[in-house]
């Protein structure tokens, strides 16, 4: 018990005064709520197409070899023919980390605005930020 209240007073979002002082926690979705460092990574990953694929096109655009551009035409070509509830099938499965539900729940809890950033275009945190509202 003692160890929650220290955790609750290090986690308050009001001043002395009573006042709020935190309205809006934003999260890094990739790698902070999720187990997966990249959700664009895990989804090659899933297809079987990062070794030689999406992996090499990654390290030729990091090193100058090829524009932005190409490197997401050759991404987009992977993904070639899949339709998007195919790709949100996998996103789905992403695993969270231990404890990301109750995090998000305790500041749900304290009023707290919640946003998330990630990097991918998909819309993959649509359920997860449904989960947050």
Known sequence: MRCQKIRD??????????ERQFKLVIFDLDGTLTQ?????EYI??????WCGFAEEYQK?????????ERFAELDAEV??????????????KVPFHRGADE????????????????QV??????GFIRSMD
């Open 9 to 18: 007073k290090e986690m308050s979002h009001t001043t002395n005064r009573g």
């Open 36 to 40: 997966e460092r990249s959700i664009w």
């Open 44 to 49: 090659h990953k899933q297809l079987g197409k």
């Open 60 to 68: 030729r655009f990091l090193a100058g070899e090829i524009s932005y």
């Open 79 to 92: 993904w070639k023919g899949m339709s998007v509830e195919e790709l949100l099938e996998i996103v789905k």
């Open 103 to 118: 995090l998000i729940t305790h500041f749900k809890d304290k009023r707290l605005k919640l946003a998330v950033i990630h």
């Open 121 to 126: 275009f998909l819309s993959f945190p649509t």
